[in-house]
């Protein structure tokens, strides 16, 4: 069974550009969580996303937006980049997002704001 | 006070020797606990999952759950080099739409 798919591995981006990273959950996880991690503040969620709909949403400002599609997969993106964004942005799946399910990582994107 | 604390590390052991992670948090509405393994420019890697308190051991691990002092430990056995990496732990209370709170990490190396 494939893992979760992100792409792409690495971003290079310059102040105030916007940018869209792209996840693929395992097949038949329907839940997808991001989640942003920098060495200062470790892992912090984003928000989920279950059957289209944004579920739980994480405490960031809504520069940060996703949307998932009707295949699971699932989009973030970030306007106007700030160099603080510079981060590693990782997308998880489970299968319904139960919190007594498990989670399951893809390698991340690596996005560096310039 | 973060609602999940854990030493950063560094923590360096000779291959062989018996490894202690810890985790405290401050949430008791935490009922599953999970530690995930991080290799450098990689995603965590689910290794142990715990509901409640109590034990699991799993190969050379061994995962201890204690809610009454809102505790967490893993133990690693024979530890190898393969087993450098970030440890973090993580925890989630009761409600659909994930949001597990981790840990910020400890980085081990285990010295051949």
């Known amino acids: 069974k494939a893992g979760v798919t992100q792409t792409p591995r690495y971003l290079i981006k310059t102040r105030g550009q916007q940018v869209t990273l792209s996840c693929s959950p395992i097949?038949?996880?329907?839940?997808v969580s991001w989640y942003q991690q920098t060495p200062g503040q470790g892992l912090q969620f984003l928000f989920e996303?279950?059957?289209?709909?944004?579920?739980n949403k994480g405490n960031f400002p809504g520069r940060f937006s996703g949307r998932q599609f009707s295949n699971s997969r699932s989009e973030m993106n970030v306007s106007t980049l700030e160099l603080g964004d510079s981060a590693l942005y990782l997308c998880?799946?489970?299968?319904?997002?139960?919190?007594?399910?498990?989670?399951?990582f893809g390698s991340g994107t690596q996005l560096s704001v310039l | 006070q973060k609602e999940v604390e854990q030493d950063p590390g560094p923590l360096s052991v000779p291959e062989g020797a018996i490894v202690s992670l810890n985790c405290t948090y401050s949430?008791?509405?935490?009922?599953?606990f999970m530690w995930y393994r991080q290799y450098s420019r990689k995603g965590p890697e689910l290794l142990m999952y715990?509901?409640?308190?109590g034990n699991k051991e799993d190969g050379r691990f061994t995962a201890q759950v204690d809610k009454s002092s809102k505790y967490i430990s893993l133990f690693i056995r024979d530890s190898q080099p393969s087993d450098s990496a970030t440890y973090l732990c993580?925890?989630?209370?009761?409600?659909?739409?994930?949001?597990?709170?981790f840990g910020p990490g400890t980085r081990l190396s285990v010295l051949p």
């Open positions: 097949s038949g996880h329907r839940s």
């Open positions: 949430n008791s509405a935490f009922q599953y």
């Open positions: 996303y279950f059957s289209e709909t944004q579920r």
């Open positions: 993580a925890m989630s209370g009761g409600n659909y739409g994930q949001n597990f709170v």
């Open positions: 998880a799946s489970s299968l319904s997002g139960g919190p007594n399910e498990k989670l399951f």
């Open positions: 715990t509901y409640s308190s």
